[in-house]
């Protein structure tokens, strides 16, 4: 394939701060959850002209050397379990092909409005039923008065545990669980496919490590990020064999993300374990609006409704905005537990160093 | 006395980053050509240098909060 110099903006410093500032919050988040940004960041790129497919592919190579600085920053703390992450990453891979060759033949079959139309309404089912099960068990810990007690795991991740099936078993030291592969296959399959889907498999992934395979919040969310690693590794290199990273959006992206993931990464040491579930939740509820507001778009170029494009105009835009809203507020979530943790006196301020 | 070494390595490491994204700035032209070559072994280019980027910056931003004073609370 021809190299596609054409394809590349001509980029402006105004668009240089907002990629460091929208760096700056996805990191953060990711750092804390282990994942999110690439919702807005895609789309953010795009509004300033990047081709989709260039902004997938910028934002690919961005994510996989800021998940390994993430992931090596949480694994001090000793909350990454390498293993269960390369083998959830292992099925995720085959997720991602058959999500992608899935994704080809509905925009085949039904054009790019309809693409988008699946994409949408598989964001908002996803995000909406896994995310009001998460805000839910977050609410219930809460008022439980258990938030600082250890994580208790979920009925069904107690069954998945008392499964024994012979030869599959598979013991992850870090999350202090044993499961059979054949439970953590097809949930890495489903974290690929969703990844592919709507570019954030993290979302299943880190639910489905706690709830089903009854890892701690902690434990899954930095896990998540070795995940990311492999996916953002694999995808980078697939997308540029064809020449479409743009090194400079991902490199800019970086500058702002490396900051931000570090801090979320030390935030998640001195907040009460729910918090994980309760940004994670905000995070996944709002953008599930987001995506809401634009169905009756792809509905309408589907010719099934009939909106003004005025309409259409300003419902794309509050989607955007809503996802917007989503990372500000994953990110104020955060920002406020590490006030709260400063003011109690949990973040070391510098010492004086010994003599 | 405080210890020193953090700030020296905050400083290091965040000149090897700005000259890094100087380079960057400065070569945009050429950098954008090679990389987005798919010949040869040009398609590798983009995760070398997304490691060397991760390494340089990512020890940077590090030291950065850790002048700044905000460090994790170690759990285990």
Known sequence: MEHAAAQFIDLQHGNVLALLAIGFVGGLVSGFIGSGGAFVLTPAMMSMGVPGVVAVASNLCHKFPKALVGAYQRNKFGQVDVKLGLVMAASATAGVWVGADFQNRIKLDFGEAGSNLYVSLAFVAVLTIVGAFVLRDAVRVYRSGEADAQEKASRLALWVQSVEIPGTMMHFKTANIRVSALFTLPLGFATGVLASTIAVGGFIGVPGMMYVLGAPGLVASATELVIAFVMGFGGTIKYSLHGLVDIRLALILLAGSLFGIQLGAIGTTFVKPFMIKVVMAAIMLIVAVSRGLVVPVYLTELGRLDLAPSTMAWLQMASFAFLVLALCTGSIIIIASMLRGHRSGAITLREPAPD | ?76
């Open chain 2, 1 to 76: 006395m405080e210890n020193p070494k953090p700030r020296l390595l905050l400083v290091a490491s965040g000149t090897v980053s700005g000259a890094l994204y100087l380079l960057l700035y400065l070569y945009e032209r050429e950098i954008m050509a090679a990389f987005t070559r798919t010949d040869g072994w040009f398609p590798v280019l983009p995760v070398l240098a997304a490691f060397v980027f991760s390494f340089a910056h990512g020890a940077f931003t590090g030291y950065f909060w850790e002048v700044l004073g905000i460090r994790a609370l170690r759990k285990k």
